[in-house]
């Protein structure tokens, strides 16, 4: 059958075609998030934070016995990271915002890793030079976002791999080609780097008890496409006496060009932290809209939020506010506002985050240094 749809792809290197989030929840083997799990963070957070409320993260694994291990007593840590490979974009610090809100809640430890080893040897045209340098560039993102730098260490794969050398072997020597082969899709002619690296990106999940001694929980929360990572290291785990790192996975921020693709090789659809606000402003006014072709028509038959970019950076980023967001969606489908109007409201908030952010991320330079393994 022709279709101009192109086919979903999702792995850690190509995220393409329309994302099928219950569809990859079946394919990945991973569990949607349950009411009793909903109900355990609205008790320790005070309410439920609006990326659960809007599911932008939305499956799990294991998720239900960490929260039960801590109800017990016993805390665990947090770990995500980045594939420094570019300039941070929007989608990429959504999961980040909300994991500092995971600190906060759980006075949790952070170990957030920058794969620079990783873009290094997935990128033919990238240096050692420019790899890191993108480390310290993004890691500015990651400190304006305000991690507690007493409970917050990030990792550089190159500068730091003494760190976690040893656990990498370790875990590597239960890890297969065939394996990897199967889950990642490596071929004759993937670099051997490339073959190797599973197991750097698995050693941070227990970096905690490696350095301790005793077993500590580690929740990794991150988009769904980085999945195929944690399933081969919940494998080795035991075979390592390690707990299994538990998961909460994200659905990916959409691009503002028609059918919401995001990505960094089309700028003008992705709004990067560093953009002059009056460019991304532009970029909002550009962006796809489920609008009429006219006002008149608008007004007469409204508009359609449902594949509105414009709404969705609203529900997704930029209006927590439910009573509001409800109201955007009515008079967008009553036609009672135009998209115009609209795109004025999201330009704004994007302004406005983007000064802040900004002037955090200039203050981070002061500390970022500090915020680094040592
Ligand atoms: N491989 C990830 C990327 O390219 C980076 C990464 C490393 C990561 N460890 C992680 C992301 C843990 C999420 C959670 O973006």
Redesign the pocket.
């Known amino acids: 059958m022709p279709t101009n749809e192109e086919e979903m792809v999702v792995t ?2 190509k995220v393409a075609g329309k994302v099928d989030y219950e569809k990859l929840t079946r394919q990945f083997g991973t569990h949607p998030l349950t009411k009793e799990i909903l109900d355990k963070f609205r008790k320790y957070a005070g309410n439920l934070h609006f990326l659960l409320r809007r599911e932008f993260f939305f499956c799990h694994r294991d998720l239900d016995w960490i929260l039960n291990q801590y109800e017990k007593g016993e805390k665990f840590i947090l ?5 420094p ?1 570019g300039p941070v974009h929007l989608g ?1 610090i959504l ?1 980040w915002i909300f994991t500092k809100h995971l600190q906060d809640v759980f006075d949790a430890k952070l170990y957030f ?3 620079d080893d ?2 290094f040897l997935f990128h033919h045209d990238f240096s050692i030079e420019k790899s890191v340098g993108f480390t310290y560039e993004n890691a500015l993102d990651v400190v304006a976002l305000g991690f507690d730098v007493k409970k917050t260490k990030i990792i550089s794969d190159i500068k730091n791999i003494d760190a976690l050398y040893t656990l990498s072997i370790k875990i590597a020597k239960h890890i297969n080609f065939s394996v990897v082969r199967a889950v990642f899709g490596f071929e004759e002619s993937t670099n051997i780097g490339l073959i190797f690296f599973p197991a750097v ?1 698995a050693a ?1 999940c227990f970096l905690e008890s490696f350095l301790t001694g005793k077993n500590v929980p580690c929740l ?4 769904i ?2 999945d195929p ?1 944690w399933r081969v290291t919940r494998d080795v785990a035991p075979k390592l006496g390690f707990y299994k790192p538990a998961q909460i996975h994200s659905k990916f921020l959409p691009g503002l060009g028609k059918g919401g693709k995001m990505s960094a090789s089309q700028p003008e659809t992705c709004i990067f932290t560093k953009d002059p606000p009056e460019l991304a402003e532009k970029k909002v006014f550009n962006a796809f809209t489920g609008g009429q072709p006219t006002v008149e028509e608008q007004k007469k038959y409204g508009g359609n939020p449902g594949i509105c970019t414009v709404y969705q950076y609203m529900y997704y980023f930029f209006e927590e506010d439910d009573k509001k967001i409800r109201n955007l969606w009515e008079n967008c489908k009553s036609g009672s506002m135009i998209c115009g109007d609209c795109k004025e409201i999201l330009a704004q908030k994007v302004k406005s985050f983007l000064l802040n952010h900004q002037k955090k991320r200039e203050k981070a330079r002061d500390t970022v240094d500090e915020f680094f393994l040592k």
Do not use: F, N
Request: proline share 17%; charged share 15%; net charge neutral.
């Open positions: 850690p290197w770990y995500t990271g980045r594939g490979s990429h999961p890793q920058m794969t990783e873009k990106q941070p990794i929360p991150a988009a496409d980085q990572y």
